[in-house]
């Protein structure tokens, strides 16, 4: 699909530290993590920042694996959440792009870090997240997110795999309306 908006804000630079064999602590990879086009978004761009892909607590400690580099094969939640692990992730939207209405099986930290949001929760409340450092905790909601300015707006967000909420006996599992 192509992007009929040209991208403002810079790519996000991701620093990774590790040990060397003393235990001593190293920066193992300093690199930028350019945005790709979201299938589902128009306007909209995500970068996988780090995956967890085997427990929690991780092993990743003890791991050179690159998480950035890792995928979720489990199309569940729409790639975006690792049955046993974490995703953090970076997401972008044009101005005036609106997201389509979507829950996953997850807990969410999404923090604003650049632009403006407005979080849009299903039963029609907003709220305009304007600084950067705003955060929404979300707890397997449905929700959708839209640009409300003129300027590129970047979230980062770590969705934990949880079990779906239940109400009334009925699991609300995840979906994506466009």
């Known amino acids: 699909m192509s992007q009929p908006f040209a991208l403002t804000l810079p790519h996000l630079r991701r620093i990774v530290t590790s040990h060397d064999n003393k235990g001593h602590s190293v920066v193992v990879s300093d690199s930028e993590i350019p945005a790709e086009a979201m299938e589902l978004v128009r306007g909209g761009k995500s970068a996988a920042i780090w995956v967890t892909t085997d427990s929690i607590p991780t092993h990743d400690n003890n791991n050179s694996e690159d998480g950035g580099k890792r995928t979720i094969e489990d199309i569940s939640n729409f790639g975006l959440v690792h049955p046993t692990g974490t995703n953090l992730r970076s997401t972008e ?20 870090v650049s632009g403006e949001l407005v979080l849009i929760n299903e039963d029609g409340t907003e709220k305009h997240l304007k600084n950067p450092g705003d955060t929404v905790i979300q707890k397997g909601t449905m929700h959708a997110w839209r640009n409300p300015s003129v300027h590129w707006a970047r979230w980062i967000t770590v969705l934990i795999a949880a079990d779906p909420v239940v109400i009334d006996g009925k699991a609300l599992v995840p979906e994506f309306l466009s």
């Open 93 to 112: 939207l044009a101005p005036g792009a609106i997201t389509g209405m979507h829950r996953t099986c997850s807990l969410d930290y999404n923090i604003l």
